[in-house]
Antibody, heavy 117, light 108 residues
Framework: DVHLVESGGDLVQPGGSLTISCGAS????????MHWVRQAPGKGLVWVAR????????SYADSVRGRYTVSRDNAKNILFLYMDSLRVEDTAVYYC??????????WGQGTLVTVAS | SYELTQPPSVSVSPGQTARITCSGD??????AYWYQQKPGQAPMLVIY???ERPSRIPARFSGSASGTTVTLTISGVQADDEADYYC???????????FGGGTKLTVL
């Protein structure tokens, strides 16, 4: 079975930094582009970032570009999101996610990042 | 930045047909994907590449595309279909992906 398990969410002060992780199992991690998606409490889904299968190409939402960095360790099957200069509006549950070409999609349970003083 | 526009809410009675639209300038060039999200759950893909339906999704869910608008259609709506629905696509260059604001489907 495919499993995506996010971890590392925490309470951080504005201006601070945090790295969250997503451990992957049950599928060939190196075959898939991976995404981070966030959802603020009571709000909609927001695409945050993606990384290609070998980690050589990344893309970011305008709201996080220059502050967030997505990376992956294909030897350990782990996806990372480094978040810097955090703002109150970055508070959200962060999900890692991927889809297959046949329409199967997989999400983790999410990890909560709270930015507050 | 690129945006996808959805109606905030759609209401239908059980057995009727619900149609949820999503508009964006790049939709003629980029595929759209539709996700269903129920309270307290992670989203679930219900339509991919504009019109394709995953095998686990009931046939009453379908997708269509015309110009700058894509539409999710749910035929014979059931109470269990009550959820938030989000479209997702990319900008014209494919560099940046985006979700629509979401549509709350209420089954009366």
């Amino acid at each position: 079975d495919v499993h995506l398990v996010e971890s590392g969410g925490d309470l951080v002060q504005p201006g601070g930094s945090l790295t969250i992780s997503c451990g992957a199992s049950g599928f060939i991690f190196t075959d898939y582009w991976m995404h981070w998606v966030r959802q603020a409490p009571g709000k909609g889904l927001v695409w945050v970032a993606r990384i290609n299968s070998d980690g050589s190409s990344t893309s970011y939402a305008d709201s996080v570009r220059g502050r967030y960095t997505v990376s992956r360790d294909n030897a350990k099957n782990i996806l990372f999101l480094y978040m810097d200069s955090l703002r109150v509006e970055d508070t959200a549950v962060y999900y890692c996610q991927f889809s297959t070409s046949s329409g199967d999609d997989y999400w983790g349970q999410g990890t909560l990042v709270t930015v507050a003083s | 930045s690129y945006e996808l526009t959805q109606p905030p809410s759609v209401s239908v009675s059980p057995g009727q047909t619900a149609r949820i639209t999503c508009s964006g300038d790049a939709l003629p060039k980029q595929y759209a994907y539709w996700y269903q999200q129920k309270p307290g759950q992670a989203p679930m893909l219900v339509i991919y590449k504009d019109t394709e339906r995953p095998s686990r999704i009931p046939a009453r869910f379908s997708g269509s595309a015309s110009g700058t608008t894509v539409t999710l259609t749910i035929s014979g709506v059931q109470a269990d279909d009550e959820a938030d629905y989000y479209c997702q696509s990319a900008d014209s260059g494919g560099d940046c992906e985006v979700f629509g604001g979401g549509t709350k489907l209420t089954v009366l």
